[in-house]
């Protein structure tokens, strides 16, 4: 079965730090990545997936997450915080052998400081 | 033009209500979903229809019944809520097969 541990549930940058999120998958066979940001009161929208091509996948908002199957980790990082990027930042993995269902990290609040 | 659409955006009703939340995708997806998001933000896939088909149904309580009237549309409709039903319930669609996963903006439910 599928599943999926992201370290800390709330993560404090300064703005212009680097942001790391991190996130580790469990799964049966090669996953589908994704990282999703929510904001306030609002839905998910895709930063970025993993589909098996390039390990290094680059998403929207300057953030980019590696694939490294050696580790079973997808972590997400973007070089400089801006203030807009505080928000809930969520990790899924999905399988076909599961339905294509999304099964999604506990996630991790990203706060700004300014 | 909203992709994946869902009403109401809120909902507050009293324990023992039956309600029903509508989702509506122009995409042309095959696959529609419904998650549970908690107090804690946790996100949990509910159920999963494919062209009308049932095809994930995740132990959800019985008094929890999507309807799919054809694979534009997949509702949900929730008997005797209880407190513990209030959550933002998200309707999300794909392709079959495909990753590529479109999310409505939610609907917050309150059971008071």
Redesign the interface.
């Given at each position: 079965a599928q599943s999926v541990t992201q370290l800390g549930s709330h993560v404090s940058v300064s703005e212009g730090a680097l942001v790391l999120l991190r996130c580790n998958y469990s799964s049966s066979v090669p996953p589908?990545l994704?990282w999703y940001v929510?904001y306030p009161n609002?839905?998910?929208q895709?930063l970025l997936?993993y589909?098996s091509a390039a390990t290094l996948v680059k998403g929207i908002n300057g953030f980019e997450a590696e694939f490294k199957k050696s580790e079973t980790s997808f972590h997400l990082t973007k070089p400089s915080a801006h203030m807009s990027d505080a928000a809930?930042y969520?990790c899924a993995v999905?399988e076909?052998a599961a339905?294509?269902?999304?099964?999604?990290g506990?996630?991790t609040?990203v706060l700004v400081k300014p | 033009d909203t992709a994946v659409s869902q009403t109401p955006k809120y909902l507050v009703t009293q324990m023992g209500n039956d309600k029903s939340i509508k989702c509506e995708q122009n995409l042309g997806h095959d696959t529609m979903y419904w998650y549970k998001q908690d107090s804690k933000k946790f996100l949990k896939i509910m159920f999963s229809y494919n062209n009308k088909e049932l095809i994930i149904n995740e132990t959800v309580p019985n008094r929890f019944s999507p309807k799919s009237p054809d694979k534009a549309h997949l509702n949900l409709h929730i008997n005797s809520l209880e407190l513990g039903d209030s959550a933002v319930y998200f309707c999300a669609s794909s392709q079959q097969g495909g990753v590529d996963y479109t999310f409505g903006s939610g609907t917050r439910l309150t059971v008071v």
């Open positions: 589908y994704f929510q609002q839905g998910l895709l997936k589909t809930e969520f999905s076909k339905g294509n269902k999304l099964t999604f506990g996630g609040r | -």
